[in-house]
């Protein structure tokens, strides 16, 4: 009798045992977004180093380089710091942001190898953290939806 007393004295403290398990894909996804800004954060700032001048791969300046270069250069060095603040802030819209760089990279690099040089590695790269992503996301939902 008294033990049976202990246990429902417990069982609110065993509530969301439920929940933590449900939530595992969420916090997955959550530690995954947290990675990818990090990594959009440095790929932001390299780019801008190039626009600045440091690390560029040729020293003649960043204005003596094709227009092409140029252009998807800042294009990247904007939108991979954008996408770096969504998805630290796991909002929706930084998800977004970071889809739309990694498809333009790996666009950029398969379509038109004369800006950034065609690596094959990169576009392989971009698409897993994209499969990465989308299998995250399903796994999240499904678990959302119990």
Do not use: N
């Amino acid at each position: 009798m008294i033990e049976r007393g202990f246990e429902s004295d417990l069982g609110p403290v065993h509530e969301g045992e439920e929940e933590a398990r449900s939530a595992s894909w969420a916090s997955w996804l959550v530690i995954f977004l947290r990675v990818m800004a990090a990594v959009s954060l440095v790929k932001g700032l390299y780019y801008w180093g190039i626009v600045c001048g440091i690390g560029a791969p040729d020293a003649t300046g960043f204005e003596a380089y094709p227009l092409a270069y140029q252009s998807a250069t800042v294009f990247f060095a904007v939108i991979d710091l954008v996408a770096a603040v969504g998805l630290w802030l796991a909002a929706p819209w930084g998800a977004v942001v970071w889809l739309t760089s990694i498809i333009s990279m790996t666009a950029v690099e398969a379509l038109f190898p004369q800006v950034f040089g065609g690596s094959i590695l990169v576009i392989i790269l971009e698409l897993a953290l994209l499969i990465a992503y989308l299998a995250l996301a399903l796994l999240s939902a499904r678990e959302q939806a119990r």
